[in-house]
């Protein structure tokens, strides 16, 4: 049961793909690796020697063509031929000449045999040449051999190591997230992750896509001058600034505006957020934030846009009782280093997006670095229309579509959030098979974007269901008799996301707010749990987002706004955000008691004073409850059926018809001296 007015969606960005490609990729160890094993192998082996049996043996030897016989290793027997047994034609597998290894002038055995059993293999040969009738200074006896093979031994020493460094390198990639961001591996660590957008990119973004903002346009034309112009600035000895600063919530366009800046100025555009620098290892952030720069100044003229900089801009050396994160502090020396580094006139130009300018280390801040603040404000009401003229674009719209309409229905939202509600409504139309997207097709998708999706199926009992309408019936009741409530123009009891019900205002844009309206900001949100009190003598848990709110409020009021009489024009506002407040209270005990009694009573009042708005009108109350009941969703078609116009209104019309009858009254005084006037020039001519 909360009162939904407005919403922020964080924008879902689109990012290119291409990434700068790392110019050392781990692949490269492998097939050096490879390449070598082969060559090694080449070298070492050539042809493999044919295999032989031991009656071809015994033929060897009774033919006398064995020269010598090497036994290797215990179990393997070379057989070395004669030169004139190969020339004889006997084998003709083999070649005539005796083989020799690849490019190496060592001999190499023609035969080789596999011995089964040592003990009686030279027993067997000198018998079979005995019998064969060699004489005892003909026969042959094996020479024995141990022969390393080098390439197993050097196997399994390097199996080990290599084994660790693949694992090393796996977990490398795995704790630098490197496995979205493709080949990069521990030789890209410190290699800035910067997207870059430059002619081969065709991401060509003008401001004439981004809407509204003008104020933040023409700061940043001046930019894309500098950029184009260089020499007309510098020519007269003026510096060409070096950073500018996007400040506004997400989704209002800040990375938008950059990109624009970039595609007008026809220059390549860098961009990284902040995040991407914080890593776990120490100094890999210092040496992304050095490869950007140095990236940077080699396609100069460009721009380099660092989104969410707070992620390493915050204020150093705060939290230190939580131990300060020097990673991150020495990212950020970095950054200032090099910001500082860089000529002025480079023509690198850097622009950041932060939506918390307040916990800024001041030194960003300073003259050199960023010094141009550029407040990128949610987008008012025409602003809002020129965002959903250029999102419409592509939509087929029914005719005679009210693009000021659905403007009027989306305060608060950010452009991000107008782009979703414009794909999200040609998503639900072509749900429904529709030709062309219609206007309920938009309230839907508004619907779904600020209350998450519809839970119909959500089971609430009739005893709850009735608690609720009565509920929300109290906050439409009040907010409709007080004069500076905001107009309501819809209530539901469907329950959406965590809600069960909500009130919807149409909030007015304005930048200050009274004491007169937060208080009746105040008496509308507690007129849920006034009815629940006033009908049902019971209170429920319903009203826990109404007190959240209001007791806020309250504590602002008195704390922040100075608009408590007892407390006085005194605020314990911070806005630096650089001291901790949250330890130590910057007022004494007596003065925290007077807050609470003061905010103590704000609350009771208003409390009091929705009470009273629906005792006076509680038919109107039973009523609206009934029908919400009835229909789940009311509009304030309904509400001014059942209680005429709204007060707010009301006093407008009043307020309109005294000065017109003040403004004649004037007409009259001024009329007369103005007609003498006239009538004396006259006479003069005459
Ligand atoms: P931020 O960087 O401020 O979080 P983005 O620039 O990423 O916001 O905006 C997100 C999306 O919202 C954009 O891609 C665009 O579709 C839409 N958008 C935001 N502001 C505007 C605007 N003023 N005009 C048109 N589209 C906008
Ligand atoms: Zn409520």
Redesign the pocket.
Known sequence: MTENTTNNN??T??KPDKTIKPRFNTNWIFAVLAVSLILFSLLNGGKPVQKTTTSEIKEMIANRDIEKLIVINKDQAEIYLKKEALESGRYPKLPTKPGTGFGMSLPKANFTYTIGDMSSFEPFILEAQKSAGYTEKELIYPDYQTRKNYLVDALSWLLFPALLIVLWLFLMKRMSGGGAGGAGGIFSVGKSRAQIFDKDTNVKLTFN?????EEAKTEVMEIVDFLKNPKKYTSLGGKIPKGALLI?P????????AKAVAGEANVPFFSISGSDFVEMFVGVGASRVRDLFKQAKEKAPCIVFI?EIDAVGRARGRNANFGSNDERENTLNQLLTEMDGFGTNMGVIILA?TNRADILDRALLRAGRFDRQIH?EL?DLT?RE??FK??LRPIKLEKGFDIGFMAKQTPGF???D??NVCNESALIAARKNKTVVEKQDFLDAIDRIVGGLERKSKIISMVEKKTIAYHEAGHATVSWHLEHASPLFKVTIIPRGKTLGAAWYLPEERQLTTREQILDEMAYALGGRASEELIFGKISTGALSDLEKITKQAYAMVSFFGMSEKIGNISFYDSSGQSDFGFTKPYSEKTAELIDQEVNLIIAESYVRAKEVLKNNIKGLTELAELLLEKEVIFSEDLERIFGKRKADLLKEERKAEAKSKQTEAVTETATPEKTVKKSKTKDKA
Not at 209 to 213: F, M
């Open positions: 964080q924008g960005e689109k896509d981004v809407a509204g903002l506004g997400p989704g209002t366009g800040k990375t938008m505006l989104d997006a990128v987008p602003e020129a965002i250029v999102h950010s452009g991000a107008i782009a």
